[in-house]
């Protein structure tokens, strides 16, 4: 099993000391769909790998990741806390230069929110290429900021990195209308937009 390079108790204390505030902050009220709302992402001071919303994601709204240009080796990963606690997190979708891993029959790009909870995503490089995105699965519950490939028939076969992975540095972000463009170590940008479900 292969983790992303981070220290399970550091990451848990992250994620506590990231949504500690967010906890206290009002919500939107529930409803369709009908518009996009200001890009509203910000970047851990504390870890420059982790961007999240700046307000509370509510049930219906939705989250659009355009993440074209990604090395063959960067994962883009949107994570929720699984717990109440975050010591458990749910992979909701892998982006992969390749396109969105586990989105058949939705949009790739359109991650939608069943219920309120606490979101954050990040950049995850391996050290080498893996197979295409057919070829291996993640785990869909993990530690915070940790990316598990799942122990497959395939993926025992397939060729996997030598070495442990790593997050990647934001190295900036700015807003564009409505959207948030994350620019990464290495030239991969990743472009966010937060669709609220508030009528």
């Known amino acids: 099993m292969f983790q992303a390079n981070v220290l399970p108790s550091k990451g848990m204390a992250f994620i506590s000391l990231l ?9 939107e009220n529930e409803g369709p769909v009908t518009r996009v709302a200001p ?4 970047v851990s001071e504390q870890m420059p790998f982790v961007a999240f919303p700046a307000q509370p994601l509510a049930k219906g709204d939705a989250i659009v990741v355009k993440a074209n240009r990604l090395a063959d080796d960067e994962h883009f990963v ?7 606690d975050c010591k458990t997190a749910r992979v909701l979708r892998v982006w992969t230069s390749h396109g ?8 790739q790009d359109t991650v939608k929110i069943s219920h309120e909870g606490k979101y954050f995503m990040w950049m995850h490089r391996w050290p080498r ?3 295409t995105q057919g070829a291996f699965v993640f785990r869909e519950f993990s530690l915070p900021l940790i990316l598990d490939l799942a ?3 395939a993926q025992q076969a397939a060729s996997v990195p030598e070495s442990e992975p790593s997050q990647v540095k934001i190295e900036a972000s700015y807003q564009d209308g409505a959207s948030t463009i994350l620019h990464f170590q ?6 966010l937009q937060r669709i609220s479900a508030k009528s």
């Open 19 to 27: 949504f500690a505030a967010q906890a206290v902050q009002g919500r």
């Open 186 to 191: 290495g030239g991969s940008a990743v472009l």
């Open 39 to 42: 890009a509203d992402f910000k």
């Open 129 to 131: 290429n893996l197979p």
């Open 78 to 84: 949107l994570q929720e806390c699984a717990s109440a």
């Open 100 to 107: 969105a891993i586990g989105a058949a029959g939705q949009q």
């Open 151 to 153: 122990d497959t028939g």
